[in-house]
């Protein structure tokens, strides 16, 4: 009978533990802030902006203790429709990585006016959209006169993603940084008109390199690797975007203007987590604030000295108002 009794007594026990022992598993799940990511048409695996969100969120796991989810057009069809299902899963913060689906994010937050979300690459006006841009302009100077410091044919090359106005300011920077270090620099430009094809990007840096462009810089997400694997097939030197792109191709990148993305997302993922909000309104990254840089240089024998002059432009721009734009 005693054994009897001490074998419910235990088994009582340890039904008490396993209850506070749920308890306490279900408070740290209800305390942990919960971000919800729409990724743009190339999803993961562009080695570039989407990566490199996705990268952000998980030094936010790892370090902050979040939970995140995250939905690929390619699920979902639409951005609204994604969007709306991380909304529904009861995510604190949503974000919308790309200006392409800011009217999707805005129809959603209006929809949800109590949720707070984050559009990158993008300015909206409602109040509880936190909208954060780059000075690409600044970066893609920077590039621009690497690759002005780099040709031998005075050619170099301009691959765009899509005809946007975001893209228009990598664009523009790199021509003035090129033209900075060599004003009669002749320099190519084309539009894939797509984000998302490599075949492509290959194909217009191939008729590029037909055309004496030696250095050729990208800024087209995924159709942006199919330029530096192009230009290195060829021989010839790229410089990636948005993320270091080096060892997408080891040969040929000398090095890329980074957009970074992954630390403002763990930024403002960091926010949430300390007060449980985020600055509102329009936020600018650029050179002054380490929003956007440029990466090692590297494959160059003279790399030593290119990574010299370039970081002496770099004090220049900072200094200078308004920078180069």
């Known amino acids: 009978m005693k054994v009897k009794i001490s074998l419910l007594l235990m088994t009582a026990m340890l039904m008490v533990l396993a209850a506070c022992s749920h308890q306490q598993e279900g408070s740290t799940a209800s305390t942990a802030k919960h971000i919800g990511v729409m990724l743009t048409d190339d999803g993961l695996g562009d080695q570039s902006f989407n990566d490199s969100s996705f990268k952000g969120l998980e030094k936010a796991r790892d370090e902050l203790g979040i939970e995140f989810d995250y ?4 699920e979902t069809d639409t951005y609204e429709k994604g969007l709306t299902e991380l909304v529904k899963e009861g995510n604190d913060l949503i974000i919308g990585v790309g200006f392409s689906m800011q009217a999707d994010l805005e129809k959603v937050a209006k929809k949800y006016p109590k949720k707070q979300f984050l559009l990158i690459d993008a300015v909206s006006e409602l109040k509880n959209v936190t909208s954060v841009t780059f000075k690409e302009e600044e ?10 410091m780099t040709t ?3 050619v170099i090359g301009f691959v765009g993603g899509v005809d946007a106005d975001v893209i228009h300011r990598f664009e523009k920077g790199f021509q003035k940084g090129a033209k900075s270090v060599n004003p ?3 320099i190519l430009s084309t539009y894939a008109g797509t984000f998302s094809d490599a075949g492509k990007g290959s194909k217009i840096a191939k008729d590029m390199i037909k055309k004496k462009a030696d250095v050729l810089y990208a800024a087209a997400g995924y159709s942006g690797v199919g330029v ?4 290195q097939s060829q021989g010839k030197y790229a410089i990636g975007v948005d993320s270091d792109q080096y060892y997408t191709a080891e040969k040929a990148v000398i090095s890329s203007m ?3 993305v992954d630390e403002v997302v763990y930024q403002f993922s960091e926010q949430l987590v300390k007060s449980n909000q985020m600055k509102s309104g329009h936020v600018v990254y650029d050179l002054s604030n380490d929003g956007i840089d440029m990466a090692k240089i590297r494959v160059l024998k003279n790399a030593e000295t290119l990574t010299q002059k370039i970081n002496s432009l770099k004090q220049t ?5 308004g920078g180069a734009s």
């Open 184 to 186: 009669k620099i002749k």
């Open 139 to 148: 970066g893609s100077y920077l590039a621009g006169a690497l690759a002005a």
């Open 258 to 260: 980074v957009k970074k």
């Open 228 to 231: 530096l694997k192009e230009a």
């Open 71 to 74: 939905r690929e057009i390619a």
């Open 152 to 154: 031998k044919s005075d």
């Open 317 to 321: 721009l900072m200094k200078e108002e």
